[in-house]
């Protein structure tokens, strides 16, 4: 069974960088896209990218290009979120999901969460 | 970019009845549509995919039906766990993107 472990809870200046971590383990971490799904508190699901590990190639939802990077190791099945010019909207719970069971369609396997925020 | 409209925004229902959730797409997605329950503090749990195949593990009373434009989401009857908020998620070709709906709340009346 795969599981996805993300990094811990950030807290940030606006402005700034973040970079969220989210490690797999019991699977082929290369073969399946992993997605980013963030969640504004009280808010919905908002998809913010994904890659293909395998290929190394990421693509980004619009409203994010430019200010989100999604990279992965495959050395180490881990892959990342990079958000920059952070301000205080980007406060929300980051997760990473994937699939495992399913088509390429839809997510079975989720990360924890990592909540950042982000407040002067 | 592919717009997912669920409804009704909250469905306020007893144990034992039954829930008809909606989702209504702005373009057609196929059968690409999935359908998740989110408990407070928790992520997303993967109940319906492909419109209307079961995830490892759903009970029965899940079901799932719809193509093109229009899904429904229906739990046969109702359980005391099933009060959540329901998401509607659907997977675009290319590029490969996904959006999720609003998100429906189910409370017990």
């Known amino acids: 069974q795969v599981q996805l472990v993300q990094s811990g809870a950030e807290v940030k200046k606006p402005g700034s960088s973040v970079k969220v971590s989210c490690k797999a383990s019991?699977?082929?971490?290369?073969?399946?896209?992993i997605s980013w799904v963030r969640q504004a508190p009280g808010q919905g699901l908002e998809w913010m990218g994904r890659i293909i590990p395998i290929l190394g190639i990421a693509n980004y939802a619009q409203k994010f290009q430019g200010r989100v990077t999604i990279t992965a190791d495959k050395s180490t099945s881990t892959a990342y979120m990079e958000l920059s010019s952070l301000r205080s909207e980007d406060t929300a719970v980051y997760y990473c999901a994937t699939r495992f069971r399913v088509t390429d369609g839809a997510f079975d396997i989720w990360g924890q969460g990592t909540m950042v925020t982000v407040s002067s | 970019e592919i717009v997912l409209t669920q409804s009704p925004a909250t469905l306020s229902l007893s144990p034992g009845e039954r829930a008809t959730l909606s989702c209504r797409a702005s373009q057609s997605v196929s059968s690409y549509l999935a359908w998740y329950q989110q408990k407070p503090g928790q992520a997303p749990r993967l109940l319906i995919y492909?419109?209307?195949n079961r995830a490892t593990g759903i009970p029965a009373r899940f079901s799932g039906s719809g193509s093109g434009t229009d899904f429904t989401l229906t739990i046969s009857s109702l359980e005391p766990e099933d009060f959540a908020v329901y998401y509607c998620?659907?997977?675009?070709?290319?590029?490969?993107?996904?959006?999720f709906g609003q998100g429906t709340k189910l409370e017990i009346k």
């Open positions: 998620q659907q997977r675009s070709n290319w590029p490969r993107m996904y959006t």
């Open positions: 019991g699977g082929t971490f290369s073969s399946y896209a």
């Open positions: 492909d419109a209307s």
